[in-house]
C-alpha cells in the first residue's frame, strides 16, 4: 500500500464507492500514469470526461488528484478531478496564418505544486525581460515562483545578472547554480521538503534536465547540447513528468519535482493578478496620479510620466508592463469570444435536438 500523503494529496470531501483517489504522475497522448493506493496504475479517461469538459482546462495533466476505478488486470479509469490548488497555465496561439490566430486556448502544464523553478542559463541567451514574463505567470499560478540562474561556472561574473533578475522582480528569490560543479545547489534544500511539490519551467537547453539529474542523483532525462552559434537549445523533454527525489539529503527526502518540455515562447493567459504581482511597484505609482483615469500619455500631474522622467521608474520595466497588459488583454478577449462562441453553439444544437424531439413544432 501507498501513502499518498507522501504525494502531497489532502483528503477534504468524501470518496465516492468504487472509486480510489490517485496523482497523475504522467501523461502521454491519451494515457496517464496514476500513483493510488494500490500502487502505481496505467489509466485513460473515462468516456463521460469528453461530454462533460468545456474546455482543456477540464482534463487532468501531471500533478493533478484524481478519482480512478481502478482495474487491476488492464487500464484503470479516470473518473473525476479533484479541485487543483494551483495551476500554471499558457496561452496556445492556434490557427496561425494570414497574419492572424483563430483562437486562444489555455493549456495547464502542471497543478498541484508549491514552488516554480523559473530555469534560465547564464548564457548569451539570458534575457531578463523573458523571466519577468514567466514570473507572472508563475504569480498566477498561485504557486511561490524561484529563479534558478544555471550554468554559472561557464561565466565570470554571475553576480550581475542575479543582481539585474532581484531588481526586476523585488522579493522573489534568486539562485545561481553549476550542476557541474555543484555550487549553489545546497540552497535549493529550502524548498525541496517532504510532501511538497516543484515545477520546472523554461526554454530548451536552459539545463532543466540537468538540474534534475542532479537532484535524482542520477540520470533519469537526456541531457544535449546546445547549439553554440546562438546559444539555444534542442528540447530534451517531450513530455511532462513527476518525479519523488529520492533521500540524497535529509531536506530533499520526499519532495517531487514535474519537468516539463522547454518552451519556446510563453503566452500569457488570464493573467491580470500575476501581472499585478510580478509589477505591484508600478501599479503603486498609479495612486499618486492626479486623475483616478489617467491613462499615462501626456495628462498633467501623472506620477508615471514623473518617475519615468526622473530614472525612479526604469523606462524598459514600464515598457515590460504594458506589453504584458496588451498581450493578457488580447487572449483575454480572444479566449472569451470563443468561449461565447462555443456555448452559443452548443446552446443550439440543444435547441435543435429538442425541436426534432418534439416533431419539428
Not at 523553478?117 to 514567466?134: A, E, G, M, Q
Request: aromatic share 8%.
Amino acid at each position: 500500500m501507498i501513502d499518498l500523503k507522501q504525494y502531497g494529496y489532502i483528503q477534504t470531501e468524501p470518496i465516492p464507492d468504487g472509486l480510489i483517489p490517485g496523482r497523475v504522475t504522467e501523461h502521454r497522448g491519451s494515457q496517464y500514469t496514476v500513483v493510488t493506493e494500490r500502487g502505481e496504475v496505467t489509466a485513460e479517461l473515462k468516456g463521460s470526461f469528453y461530454h462533460s469538459a468545456r474546455t482543456r482546462d477540464d482534463f487532468p495533466c501531471v500533478g493533478d488528484f484524481v478519482l480512478a476505478q481502478y482495474n487491476d488486470s488492464g487500464s484503470s479509469l479516470i473518473a473525476g478531478l479533484l479541485p487543483r490548488r494551483t495551476k500554471f497555465s499558457r496561452a496556445d496561439f492556434s490557427g496561425h496564418g494570414a497574419g492572424f490566430v483563430k483562437t486562444v486556448l489555455e493549456q495547464v502544464v502542471a497543478a498541484n505544486f508549491d514552488f516554480v523553478f523559473i530555469v534560465t542559463s547564464l548564457n548569451r541567451d539570458f534575457k531578463v525581460s523573458r523571466i519577468t514574463r514567466y514570473l507572472t505567470q508563475a504569480w498566477q499560478s498561485g504557486g511561490q515562483p524561484v529563479v534558478i540562474l544555471t550554468k554559472a561556472d561557464l561565466v565570470e561574473d554571475y553576480d550581475t545578472p542575479v543582481s539585474d533578475v532581484q531588481k526586476a522582480s523585488p522579493g522573489v528569490p534568486v539562485h545561481a547554480v553549476s550542476v557541474h560543479t555543484g555550487f549553489g545547489l545546497a540552497a535549493l534544500d529550502e524548498y525541496l521538503l517532504s510532501g511538497k511539490t516543484v515545477v520546472l519551467l523554461g526554454m530548451s537547453g536552459v539545463g532543466k534536465s540537468s538540474l534534475l539529474n542532479a537532484l535524482m542523483g542520477r540520470s533519469v532525462m537526456t541531457v544535449k547540447a546546445i547549439r553554440e552559434d546562438d546559444s539555444r537549445g534542442r528540447h530534451t523533454t517531450t513530455h511532462r513528468q513527476l518525479f519523488m527525489l529520492p533521500p540524497i539529503s535529509g531536506a530533499s527526502s520526499g519532495a517531487m519535482v514535474i519537468d516539463t518540455p522547454g518552451m519556446r515562447e510563453l503566452g500569457l493567459f488570464g493573467a491580470s493578478e500575476g501581472i499585478s504581482a510580478g509589477f505591484a511597484d508600478v501599479e503603486e505609482i498609479f495612486a499618486r496620479c492626479r486623475f483616478s483615469d489617467c491613462r499615462h500619455q501626456t495628462e498633467p500631474g501623472c506620477a508615471v510620466l514623473a518617475a519615468l522622467a526622473d530614472g525612479s521608474l526604469p523606462q524598459e520595466h514600464w515598457a515590460c508592463y504594458l506589453a504584458q497588459r496588451r498581450e493578457n488583454k488580447f487572449a483575454d478577449d480572444k479566449a472569451g469570444y470563443m468561449r461565447d462562441k462555443q456555448e452559443w453553439s452548443k446552446s443550439i444544437s440543444k435547441f435543435s435536438k429538442q425541436l426534432k424531439k418534439n416533431g419539428g413544432k
